[in-house]
């Protein structure tokens, strides 16, 4: 296999819902048909995001490496800004970071697809030639695989795609739930010539990725058993499946296997809209995954992100030797409030993922592309943060801005308690909020905040001591609110946005780092209504979606706060003001 494998990162199209019961379909996405096909008289560029892929309007909800091309194949619904008559939407770019689009790849025309196009893959099969596979809804509202081939092998961009009239390839088996049989992944070849692509499935409430064989991408077989399955997870919508590398950061191709490996079996949950993700090894004789026993393998495991981020996949980006993993954060306002302000849907960065030095996590980092687009820098050193304190980052564009900090906490003698049976960092996080006094902590920025910190979204940290080790918490609080005076907070009712029908959760996650040199550090790239934030160097990430009515534009403000008895410092802080990609 080619190693400039692709993939088709599906957002939106991992969620369905069909009209009709019969062939046993179930419904498991909430449509507005009132909207759907409502276009906007005019787009607000109030929340509108800055440097994250959005299309000019309407709804959206991936990507592939070509011949030096990165292709944005996204779900689109081209009529309105709510879900609903989804094509497959088409952009290109040469830097992941400024985008140029096309026009739509593959429209809903045949008896295989014509109820729907939805999520996919894209492999490079021998001699370069990409194929698409994907889930296309059937004349009779069953869940189906299609593939779609390039018109034209010559063209850079790849802009038609053809259907052939073989379609489908797989179709739902005897007795298979016809709704529940969807998301293609990227195909990888073993020693015996074969390729194989998983499936997202479940069987009662067990969540499973069907594994198919061919010898031609063409005709494909069921095997007997799942790749792998887990039981009480529910419906796995986008599976993904790669290897990644034991030493070092660099990516993999998908084929790769051996002793040097380890994979990753990622999948989108439909009841809890979280993804979880294992680590494990991958048995080629016997085409079974067995994740490791470091973390669960269920609805409570690891996840590439705790907040607002959903249909991830990764690609193997052979231009840079590196997989970049590239995620959904949907909207939190209401179906009216999209309407209203004419898109809805936002890419989150791309990141670069690797295998943590541990081998018990995946690490995150944004790609080094997006440092292209920072300007203004300003620099803080040595500030000491005293309990209720507040420092004030000025001199950037705070609504549209990267932050990297770095704390340092002299001792952990005032750390908390920790006790046991927390074992939902979300949960804690709700009870353990930006406004609660603590030992070591909270302590982070307030980001998104206006003058007078009626609102903002806090990012932070808090140390807690269990028996034989810390425990380090780190949340994303839409939910909290302070007042100031003369920089001394005032805790109070917090949110990040002062409308009262938002979405506005308590995102949080458990940190893995040594704490042994007293450093924690912290990543924020704020963009006007999303806040992605990367702890201890990508190794928890949260992403939340959020809309301030006061601190929008030049009227937005950056902080860094501590809450905590014990004294933190600002060991280091640099922020860029970051300017606007083409887009679309």
């Known amino acids: ?95 992941l970071i400024n985008w140029v689009p096309l026009n739509p790849a593959i429209y809903p025309t045949k008896p295989f697809d014509i109820n729907g196009c939805w999520s996919g893959s894209v492999t490079i099969l021998p001699g370069n030639k990409p194929i ?27 802009k038609e795609w053809i259907k052939p009239d073989i379609n489908p390839l797989m179709v739902p088996a005897n007795g298979m739930n016809a709704s529940l049989f969807r998301d293609p992944t990227t195909g990888w070849r073993g020693k015996d010539g074969r390729w194989r692509v998983l499936v997202g499935n479940k069987r009662r409430n067990r969540g499973m990725a069907l594994l198919y064989r061919s010898r031609d991408f063409v005709h494909w077989t069921k095997a007997q058993h799942p790749l792998h399955s887990s039981a009480k997870t529910g419906m796995w919508e986008c599976p993904d499946f790669f290897p990644v590398q034991l030493k070092g950061e660099s990516g993999l191709d998908t084929s790769v296997m051996g002793d040097h490996v380890k994979h990753v079996l990622k999948v989108s949950l439909d009841s809890t809209r979280f993804e979880y993700y294992t680590l494990g090894h991958y048995l080629p004789e016997k085409d079974r995954y067995v994740p490791d026993n470091t973390s669960a393998d269920d609805a409570t495991g690891l996840r590439y992100d705790y907040g607002n981020f959903y249909a991830s996949k990764t690609f193997f980006d052979a231009g840079k030797d590196r997989r970049i993993l590239w995620g959904w ?95 939902d960092a979300q949960q804690l996080c709700g009870q353990k909020r930006s406004t609660d006094h603590g030992g070591i902590g909270p302590f982070g920025l307030l980001t998104l905040a206006s003058d007078n910190l009626n609102e903002y979204t806090p990012v932070f940290f808090r140390i807690f001591k269990a028996q034989d080790k810390h425990v380090v918490l780190m949340c994303s609080d839409a939910s909290s609110f302070i007042s100031s005076s003369n920089l001394i907070l005032v805790w109070h009712q917090n949110s990040s946005s002062l409308k009262k029908e938002m979405y506005k959760p308590s995102f ?14 912290l990543r924020s790239l704020i963009d006007h209504s999303v806040v992605e934030s990367f702890g201890a160097e ?45 887009m679309n």
């Not at 698409?132 to 790849?158: C, E, M, W």
Request: aromatic letters at 12%; one cysteine or more; hydrophobic letters at 40%.
């Open 329 to 423: 954060a949907n909207e939190s306002d209401t179906p009216k409030d999209d309407v209203a302000k004419g898109w809805a849907g936002i890419q989150t960065i791309p990141r670069m993922v690797w295998l943590d030095k541990s081998e018990k996590q995946l690490v995150q980092w944004p790609i080094e592309e997006l440092e292209k687009l920072r300007g203004n820098e300003v620099h803080l050193k040595e500030v000491e943060l005293m309990k209720g304190s507040l420092v004030e980052v000025r001199g950037i564009t705070a609504a549209q801005a990267d932050v990297e900090v770095t704390f340092h906490f002299s001792n952990l003698d005032k750390a908390e308690p920790f006790d046991p049976t927390w074992v």
């Open 132 to 158: 698409i596979l994907y889930t296309g809804i059937d004349t009779q509202n069953r869940q189906v695989q299609n593939f779609a081939v390039p018109k034209n092998l010559s063209d850079p961009y790849l």
């Open 538 to 582: 990508g190794k928890t990430c949260i992403t939340s979606r959020v809309y301030p009515s006061l601190a929008l534009g030049d009227d937005a403000r950056l902080y860094a706060f501590n809450n905590g008895t014990e004294p933190v410092r600002i060991l280091n802080l640099k922020a860029w003001s970051l300017g606007s990609p083409r």
């Open 1 to 95: 296999m080619d190693n400039s494998d692709l993939f088709w990162v599906s957002i939106v199209c991992c969620f369905f819902l069909n009209l009709i019961n019969n062939n046993g379909v179930e419904a498991s996405h909430k449509v507005f048909p009132e909207f759907q096909s409502l276009k906007a008289s005019k787009v607000s560029q109030q929340h509108r995001t800055g440097y994250h892929f959005q299309p000019p309007k309407h709804w959206i909800n991936g990507p592939m490496y070509f011949n030096g091309v990165y292709h944005l194949f996204y779900q689109y619904n081209p009529k309105g800004a709510v879900w609903g008559n989804i094509v497959w939407a088409h952009s290109v770019s040469t830097d």
């Open 508 to 521: 949080g996650g458990f940190v893995d780092v040594d704490l042994s040199e007293g450093k924690l550090s």
